[in-house]
């Protein structure tokens, strides 16, 4: 998804760098989330056929 986005027409080199650790930082909390979110209906399902 943020793969697509084109850094290179940033040209200062800092910005450049900053923004591109700033979207792997969102990559990998949008992973996290997802995971999150599968456990948490993981859980939830087992939760209800206990009942």
């Not at 792997?24 to 949008?30: A, F, G, P, R, S």
């Not at 999150?36 to 993981?42: D, K």
């Amino acid at each position: 998804m943020l793969d697509t986005i084109d850094l290179s027409n940033i040209q200062d080199e800092n910005a450049r760098q900053l923004i591109g650790r700033s979207l792997n930082l969102i990559q990998d909390l949008i992973a996290d989330l997802r995971d999150a979110r599968a456990e948490n209906q993981h859980s939830y399902c087992l939760a209800a056929s206990q009942h």
